[in-house]
């Protein structure tokens, strides 16, 4: 794996490395990307889903919003109970993992997804349905920490094609949530939910039968490990960082559908369409921009441009918030991508006990965005709740220049190999 120079920021990792410009052709190790094994091709099929997990309501928010006779700000604790547990989780995933192997965790995780996402749609009350998605998150969490390194571990072509068919997932399965969200919403809110536990109950099958039990790492981890390496002043400002840029981000995907008050079906495509941006961004345009301008001038002019966009479809009529909705997927993309490098790259802890120790900061206010959101619209008026995204998508801009030393020197000292070691990569990037 090489590493980029650039003059004013030092050389950070780039992760999925020059098969991004042939992402078909032979990776390192003489394997094509696309010539995975089963056992990848299940873990990657049922991450899409575990993804799609996580937009799937966007599109049917306001319909079980009348459904289950809740308002806005109740009905986006989904978004809250499952991001909270997510985050709590965060702490739990790695301990989990060491002791009983990535395929168990794998298969507990799924197996909780299948279970709280099927109660998920029986909900008769909307307080049942955010207790539900809380145990959905917990499934969720068990089951992203853990994938990555069970695809690395696994795939053919080497780290670099296994990283860039995990981020392949993470943007198919962030755009097709909210189109079979709207698809199945459009015939009752439940039915979504339904689905999800069934596609996940195919996907524990499928890893059931084509994945072996991964080697356990030689060291377990402890519970206090994450939170011991966020004393890593890099790692520490990374998530500080992604805290304020998740709170922009959550404001977009949980907020928007209400303001736009649309059909499921085209709230639906608009967050397709938002999804496919995010995906194309990430996985492609991001490295080509980092190679070009540095990682971090291109992280903190994706916050800064995220800002603008959230500001202005804040203020804008209706076409305009559409547009500056789907938009606002391109500069997430990049931002995921530079985020997740950051922070399994800065700091010399284990990629999985790092991932956890950001993770845990920066869910917390995917879990606070949903919320805040509406009450803040209570409060004032139904621009404010964007003014405050723009806001801390500025503040996490600002954090990446005032703390660029410890982002740029820390990881510099990083070993080259420390950038290979298998691990576990951050949520939705």
Not at 123 to 145: C, E, H, I, K, P
Not at 300 to 307: R, T
Not at 390 to 411: D, F, K, N, P, S
Request: with cysteine; aromatic share 10%.
């Amino acid at each position: 794996m090489h590493r980029t120079e650039n003059p004013l920021e030092g050389p950070l990792e780039d992760p999925l490395e020059d098969p991004l410009e042939d992402p078909l052709g032979e990776g390192p190790a003489g394997g094509g990307i696309l010539r995975q094994p089963p056992a990848v091709w299940a873990t990657a099929g049922a991450s899409v889903v575990a993804f799609m997990g996580i937009g799937l309501v966007d599109p049917i928010l306001p319909s079980i919003a009348r459904g289950l006779h809740a308002t806005p700000s109740q009905v986006s604790l989904l978004f809250t109970s499952y991001f909270l547990i997510t985050a709590v989780a965060m702490l739990v995933t790695g301990f989990v993992s060491s002791r009983i192997g990535g395929r168990r965790t794998l298969l507990a995780g799924l197996a909780l997804v299948v279970l709280f996402a099927a109660l998920a749609g029986t909900s008769d009350t909307v307080g049942q349905l955010v207790g539900f998605r809380a145990g959905w998150g917990l499934g969720n969490a068990l089951f992203v920490s853990t994938s990555l390194a069970v695809i690395v571990g696994a795939a053919a072509g080497g780290s670099a094609a296994a990283i860039l068919l995990y981020e392949s997932a993470l943007g198919l399965g962030m755009a097709c949530g909210p189109l079979l969200g709207a698809v199945l919403g459009d015939v009752s809110w439940r039915y979504p939910f339904f689905g999800t536990a069934a596609l996940m109950a195919i996907g524990f099958l499928c890893i059931t039968a084509f994945l072996k039990e991964q080697p356990k790492p030689a060291r377990k981890t402890s519970l206090l490990d994450p939170l011991k390496a966020l004393g890593h002043g890099g790692l520490a400002s990374a998530a500080a960082s992604a805290f304020f840029y998740n709170y922009a981000f959550f404001t977009v995907l949980a907020f928007t559908p209400f303001v736009l008050d649309m059909t499921p079906y085209a709230s639906g495509a608009v967050f397709f369409a938002w999804g496919v941006l995010l995906a194309v961004f990430s996985v492609l345009v991001a490295p080509r921009l980092q190679r070009r301008f540095g990682s971090l001038k291109v992280l903190g002019g994706s916050l800064l441009i995220l800002a603008a966009d959230v500001a202005v479809l804040g203020y804008g009529k209706h076409t305009t918030a559409v547009v500056c909705t789907v938009l606002s997927g391109a500069f997430i993309g990049v931002a995921n991508t530079v985020f997740t490098e950051l922070a399994l790259g800065v700091s010399d802890a284990p990629r999985p006990v790092a991932s956890a120790g950001y993770n845990f900061v920066r869910w917390f206010a995917a879990a606070a965005a949903p919320y805040l959101a509406p009450k803040i619209e209570e409060w004032s008026d139904i621009h404010m709740p964007f003014v405050v995204a723009a806001v801390a998508a500025v503040i996490g801009a600002g954090i990446v220049w005032a703390r660029r030393a410890a982002l740029t020197h820390e990881a510099g000292e990083l070993a080259p190999e420390h950038a290979t070691e298998d691990g576990v990569t951050v949520f939705a990037n």
